[in-house]
T-cell receptor, first 113, second 115 residues
Framework: EDKVVQSPLSLVVHEGDTVTLNCSYEVTNFRSLLWYKQEKKAPTFLFML????IEKKSGRLSSILDKKELFSILNITATQTGDSAVYLC?????????????FGKGTKLSVIP | GAGVSQSPSNKVTEKGKDVELRCDPISGHTALYWYRQSLGQGLEFLIYFQGNSAPDKSGLPSDRFSAERTGGSVSTLTIQRTQQEDSAVYLC?????????????FGPGTRLTVT
């Protein structure tokens, strides 16, 4: 059974802290690993990672994929209260002609002033 | 341009009734996905449409669930004889093409409550 596991499930930090969110996966027909930020309802896209060892950066956020060890991390530096959200990790699989996403349960990040 | 839109944003229905949820994908996106997010759970894949190809229905939890996509654009997810365990947020996503280089963009979801 395809599985994506995120840790920790929740995290509380102070503004300015750096956080690392973890995502491990065990899936068949792996294609890529995606990170989303979910504040209300709609997850918003952050990163898509396809190749091992290549860091993707966007402002204070960065992410990297290790296809040998089957995990990814999402780093957020100098956290702000606006970073408070649920961060979702998903593995994109090819199945029956589609590219469905298998999601982890998310990490709930709370940044306090 | 406009993002993925969904309607209604909230739906409360009685057990046993049928419901229809609507999704308008981003213009030009050929791939459309439905997901379900139950309380405390991750997003669960339901169904996928790509162009005129037969949909991938492998994620539908029971035969009470069905979906259509008319004219390659708008999609409707129908749940017949709703049960309380159907209560969840139903999210729709679209992407440019069903390839690994094209991320999925999500709509705001429909929160379904079955009483």
């Amino acid at each position: 059974e395809d599985k994506v596991v995120q840790s920790p499930l929740s995290l509380v930090v102070h503004e300015g802290d750096t956080v690392t969110l973890n995502c491990s996966y065990e899936v068949t027909n792996f294609r890529s690993l995606l990170w989303y930020k979910q504040e209300k309802k709609a997850p918003t896209f952050l990163f898509m990672l396809t190749s091992s060892g290549i860091e993707k950066k966007s402002g204070r956020l960065s992410s990297i994929l290790d296809k040998k060890e089957l995990f990814s991390i999402l780093n957020i530096t100098a956290t702000q209260t606006g970073d408070s959200a649920v961060y979702l990790c998903a593995a994109a699989l090819r199945g029956a002609g589609s590219y469905q996403l298998t999601f982890g349960k998310g990490t709930k990040l709370s940044v306090i002033p | 341009g406009a993002g993925v839109s969904q309607s209604p944003s909230n739906k409360v229905t009685e057990k046993g009734k049928d419901v229809e949820l609507r999704c308008d994908p981003i213009s030009g996106h050929t791939a459309l996905y439905w997901y379900r997010q139950s309380l405390g759970q991750g997003l669960e894949f339901l169904i996928y449409f790509q162009g005129n190809s037969a949909p991938d229905k492998s994620g539908l939890p029971s035969d009470r669930f069905s979906a259509e996509r008319t004219g390659g654009s708008v999609s409707t997810l129908t749940i017949q004889r709703t049960q309380q365990e159907d209560s969840a947020v139903y999210l729709c996503a679209s992407s440019e093409a069903p390839g690994q280089g094209y991320e999925q963009y999500f709509g705001p979801g429909t929160r379904l409550t079955v009483t």
